[in-house]
């Protein structure tokens, strides 16, 4: 990553019991999460995390639950404070806050997103969207300009006058959204926003969320369970496991290069032709007088190559990026990616993401 | 000779017990012993037979030695240490609840001074605001109507006068109380077990240190005593309404930076508000419940017509004043039920 880091992780750890300063050596020199719970019933929640989060990127942070991921999303907003280490967010450590700075924060930089919505239940669809704007002691019309505005960005325009316990699950999912976005905020933490909701409403909520960001460019830190969910939308994906990162890194790096059984196994239910990307398994560009049946963008998924070559994998295919040419797809390569790697079986393509 | 006296003799306090004096005036059991004509030599002369042992209380004690306090001299001094306290203690309690008494006297001076063609209309207008529930309305106006056609009209309006001033007074001591309880677990350990005995004591058993403490013609006497009664379960229930709003809510408030008060009056207050009037529903219904035996120490209404129904055994009077304690109970009760079920709806998670 060249880019300065808008979030950045060092060193993170979180132990929760009686006395966790007491236990962090004990962490420290390597002991695991059930070995500290039984020894000393302190549960271990995150250890020694590292984390860039890129400005304007979607960073995913995965892990099936008990991993640490909400945990890990409350310290940049320090919801949690950490036992050890330093959350730093534009160039300035968050744990050195003090009270009124820490809710200017939450007030002006970070704004979240809800698994469970969690919008007040006895004030209107629109009172719940401008509410940052009223927290940070703006007048009720700004606030009701902007809650309306996002509103109808969300695609709920109709529905201001009324109470959250009158929407559906995603319609309160979009309230909870615009309630994010109309605090303008740079950064806004996303807490299993999706999980709550039914699937075709998840792809629809995805798809907005996607566009929305297309636009507005904010950095997004994304927490899921749901690997799918976190290969369409990352820019960076982390993966935790008890409380620790197995690995992070482009999600297409990390499906074609897995770096731990566990990854493995997460990886291999995948649907890898909606997911790999042509970039992802092509080879370098060069010429040596083949006969190309045509031409695809770098960024086509798999699914939509196979599509095209009607299921022929005798074909070779140029690959374009913005009008250059920058490789060569084999459909045979094509082929061999959709099968996950196996430890002892490792010829697949070499990854040139 | 007394059961306890080699007791003594062995301890080597004899010297002690015979020093202090004769023990004070005869009680009722040595006029009996005295009266049967047994002289302290017979009654020395057959002992006590070890299953009739006496319990070593401090009577049993002081026969054997008068040194030793009386029951009846320790609740002598319990009521002189009392008394002793009384007059600094009535110096600070007497300011402090003098508004009590004022403001007890001017709603009683200001329910009967509306005539009753205007506080009826009125009472069913409060109604409809609170409730809007026109059969609501119906029912209120309607009981008072009765109750003034059998002439119980001003008994239930001074009852009315005396639930609204210590229901506010509740209100206002015990909602800040039970805000600070859901703060601070400290704040509410230490209130428990207050509340736990406001609510287990028996009513008469405080009513007479403060008979002692105020003069039975003052109003704040019965206020304080409804008062100290009736305003538990609110207390309670505003505690237990902010505990229970839903964490994911909190946590939502607090990652949009709400500080600590905006959390309290925009969020926590409004969502624990249906706890908060059950509670107010609870307070209402025991202070009505205590108005009556108030009625005891001078506090006007229904209650003193109950009270003459039991005193001079007048049936009717007593039954039909009881009916109409009943009839106000019913219709408190259905308001703020009602005005509680409006504010349910609106906020349904």
Same mark, same amino acid.
Request: aromatic fraction near 6%; charge should be negative; glycine fraction near 8%.
């Given at each position: 990553?060249?880019?300065?880091?808008?979030?950045?992780?060092?060193?993170?750890?979180?132990?929760?019991?009686?006395?966790?300063?007491?236990?962090?050596?004990?962490?420290?020199?390597?002991?695991?999460?059930?070995?500290?719970?039984?020894?000393?019933?302190?549960?271990?929640?995150?250890?020694?995390?590292?984390?860039?989060?890129?400005?304007?990127?979607?960073?995913?942070?995965?892990?099936?639950?008990?991993?640490?991921?909400?945990?890990?999303?409350?310290?940049?907003?320090?919801?949690?404070?950490?036992?050890?280490?330093?959350?730093?967010?534009?160039?300035?450590?968050?744990?050195? *806050?003090?009270?009124?700075?820490?809710?200017?924060?939450?007030?002006?930089?970070?704004?979240?997103?809800?698994?469970?919505?969690?919008?007040?239940?006895?004030?209107?669809?629109?009172?719940?969207?401008?509410?940052?704007?009223?927290?940070?002691?703006?007048?009720?019309?700004?606030?009701?300009?902007?809650?309306?505005?996002?509103?109808?960005?969300?695609?709920?325009?109709?529905?201001?006058?009324?109470?959250?316990?009158?929407?559906?699950?995603?319609?309160?999912?979009?309230?909870?959204?615009?309630?994010?976005?109309?605090?303008?905020?740079?950064?806004?933490?996303?807490?299993?926003?999706?999980?709550?909701?039914?699937?075709?409403?998840?792809?629809?909520?995805?798809?907005?969320?996607?566009?929305?960001?297309?636009?507005?460019?904010?950095?997004?830190?994304?927490?899921?369970?749901?690997?799918?969910?976190?290969?369409?939308?990352?820019?960076?994906?982390?993966?935790?496991?008890?409380?620790?990162?197995?690995?992070?890194?482009?999600?297409?790096?990390?499906?074609?290069?897995?770096?731990?059984?566990?990854?493995?196994?997460?990886?291999?239910?995948?649907?890898?032709?909606?997911?790999?990307?042509?970039?992802?398994?092509?080879?370098?560009?060069?010429?040596?007088?083949?006969?190309?049946?045509?031409?695809?963008?770098?960024?086509?998924?798999?699914?939509?190559?196979?599509?095209?070559?009607?299921?022929?994998?005798?074909?070779? *295919?140029?690959?374009?990026?913005?009008?250059?040419?920058?490789?060569?797809?084999?459909?045979?390569?094509?082929?061999?990616?959709?099968?996950?790697?196996?430890?002892?079986?490792?010829?697949?393509?070499?990854?040139?993401? | 000779?007394?059961?306890?006296?080699?007791?003594?003799?062995?301890?080597?306090?004899?010297?002690? #017990?015979?020093?202090?004096?004769?023990?004070?005036?005869?009680?009722?059991?040595?006029?009996?012993?005295?009266?049967?004509?047994?002289?302290?030599?017979?009654?020395?002369?057959?002992?006590?037979?070890?299953?009739?042992?006496?319990?070593?209380?401090?009577?049993?004690?002081?026969?054997? #030695?008068?040194?030793?306090? &009386?029951? &009846?001299?320790?609740?002598?001094?319990?009521?002189?240490?009392?008394?002793?306290?009384?007059?600094?203690?009535?110096?600070?309690?007497?300011?402090?609840?003098?508004?009590?008494?004022?403001?007890?006297?001017?709603?009683?001076?200001?329910?009967?001074?509306?005539?009753?063609?205007?506080?009826?209309?009125?009472?069913?207008?409060?109604?409809?605001?609170?409730?809007?529930?026109?059969?609501?309305?119906?029912?209120?106006?309607?009981?008072?109507?009765?109750?003034?056609?059998?002439?119980?009209? /001003?008994?239930?309006?001074?009852?009315?006068?005396?639930?609204? /001033? #210590?229901?506010?007074? #509740?209100?206002?001591?015990?909602?800040?109380?039970?805000?600070?309880?859901?703060?601070?677990?400290?704040?509410?350990?230490?209130?428990?077990?207050?509340?736990?005995?406001?609510?287990?004591?028996?009513?008469?058993?405080?009513?007479?240190?403060?008979?002692?403490?105020?003069?039975?013609?003052?109003?704040?006497?019965?206020?304080?005593?409804?008062?100290?009664?009736?305003?538990?379960?609110?207390? &309670?229930?505003?505690?237990?309404?902010? &505990?229970?709003?839903?964490?994911? /809510?909190?946590?939502?408030?607090?990652?949009?930076?709400?500080?600590?008060?905006?959390?309290?009056?925009?969020?926590?207050?409004?969502?624990?508000?249906?706890?908060?009037?059950?509670? /107010?529903?609870?307070?209402?219904?025991?202070?009505?419940?205590?108005?009556?035996?108030?009625?005891?120490?001078?506090?006007?209404?229904?209650?003193?017509?109950?009270?003459?129904?039991?005193?001079?055994?007048?049936?009717?009077?007593?039954?039909?004043?009881?009916?109409?304690?009943?009839?106000?109970?019913?219709?408190?009760?259905?308001?703020?039920?009602?005005?509680?079920?409006?504010?349910?709806?609106?906020?349904?998670?």
């Amino acid at each position: 990553m060249t880019e300065t880091p808008i979030i950045s992780i060092k060193g993170l750890y979180k132990i929760f019991g009686k006395d966790p300063t007491s236990a962090l050596p004990l962490v420290t020199s390597g002991m695991g999460k059930s070995e500290l719970l039984e020894d000393h019933g302190h549960v271990l929640g995150l250890r020694d995390i590292n984390i860039d989060m890129a400005p304007a990127k979607i960073t995913v942070i995965m892990g099936l639950s008990g991993s640490g991921k909400s945990t890990l999303i409350r310290h940049l907003n320090r919801l949690i404070d950490p036992t050890a280490g330093e959350v730093i967010v534009s160039g300035e450590d968050v744990l050195r *806050y003090d009270e009124a700075r820490l809710r200017r924060l939450r007030q002006e930089t970070m704004s979240m997103v809800f698994q469970k919505f969690a919008l007040l239940p006895h004030r209107t669809v629109l009172q719940n969207a401008g509410l940052s704007r009223r927290v940070r002691g703006e007048d009720q019309e700004t606030a009701d300009r902007e809650g309306a505005k996002w509103l109808d960005r969300v695609g709920l325009g109709g529905n201001h006058a009324q109470y959250p316990h009158q929407l559906s699950g995603g319609m309160q999912q979009r309230v909870g959204i615009a309630r994010a976005l109309a605090s303008d905020s740079p950064i806004m933490l996303m807490d299993e926003a999706f999980s709550a909701l039914d699937p075709l409403i998840r792809t629809d909520m995805q798809d907005l969320l996607l566009e929305l960001q297309n636009e507005l460019k904010k950095t997004i830190v994304f927490i899921t369970h749901d690997l799918d969910e976190a290969l369409k939308l990352a820019d960076h994906l982390v993966i935790l496991k008890d409380g620790a990162i197995v690995q992070q890194g482009e999600p297409q790096h990390i499906l074609l290069n897995p770096s731990d059984p566990y990854i493995e196994d997460f990886v291999s239910d995948i649907n890898r032709a909606r997911v790999l990307r042509v970039r992802s398994v092509m080879q370098p560009f060069h010429v040596n007088g083949h006969a190309f049946a045509g031409t695809v963008d770098s960024n086509a998924t798999l699914e939509s190559l196979i599509e095209i070559s009607g299921g022929d994998t005798s074909h070779c *295919y140029k690959v374009a990026d913005d009008g250059r040419d920058v490789g060569i797809l084999e459909m045979k390569d094509l082929v061999r990616a959709l099968v996950p790697s196996r430890p002892g079986n490792d010829d697949g393509p070499a990854p040139h993401a | 000779m007394a059961f306890y006296d080699g007791l003594f003799d062995t301890l080597g306090l004899r010297d002690w #017990c015979d020093g202090a004096g004769d023990g004070g005036p005869m009680t009722m059991a040595e006029l009996l012993a005295k009266s049967s004509g047994r002289t302290a030599e017979e009654a020395a002369a057959d002992p006590t037979p070890l299953l009739q042992t006496p319990f070593p209380s401090l009577d049993a004690l002081n026969d054997a #030695c008068p040194a030793v306090t &009386r029951t &009846r001299d320790m609740t002598d001094g319990v009521e002189n240490a009392f008394l002793a306290i009384k007059d600094p203690l009535k110096v600070v309690l007497d300011p402090i609840t003098q508004p009590l008494s004022w403001a007890l006297n001017g709603s009683l001076e200001m329910f009967q001074a509306i005539p009753w063609f205007v506080l009826i209309p009125l009472l069913g207008l409060l109604v409809w605001v609170a409730s809007r529930s026109a059969g609501l309305v119906a029912f209120v106006i309607g009981s008072f109507l009765f109750l003034g056609f059998i002439d119980h009209y /001003v008994y239930a309006v001074q009852t009315l006068s005396i639930i609204f /001033v #210590c229901t506010l007074i #509740c209100v206002a001591l015990g909602v800040p109380v039970g805000i600070a309880m859901s703060r601070s677990d400290t704040m509410q350990r230490a209130t428990i077990p207050v509340l736990d005995m406001l609510q287990t004591l028996p009513t008469f058993v405080y009513l007479i240190p403060l008979i002692f403490l105020f003069s039975v013609t003052e109003p704040k006497l019965y206020g304080i005593a409804i008062i100290l009664y009736a305003i538990v379960p609110v207390i &309670r229930l505003t505690d237990l309404g902010i &505990r229970l709003v839903d964490k994911d /809510v909190i946590e939502a408030a607090d990652a949009f930076g709400m500080s600590d008060r905006q959390k309290l009056w925009g969020v926590q207050v409004p969502l624990a508000l249906p706890n908060i009037m059950a509670g /107010v529903n609870q307070t209402i219904m025991m202070s009505l419940a205590m108005v009556v035996i108030a009625s005891l120490v001078s506090a006007p209404g229904l209650g003193v017509l109950v009270l003459r129904g039991i005193r001079n055994l007048e049936l009717g009077v007593g039954l039909v004043s009881g009916f109409g304690i009943v009839l106000l109970a019913v219709l408190l009760d259905r308001v703020t039920k009602a005005a509680l079920s409006r504010i349910n709806v609106s906020q349904k998670a």
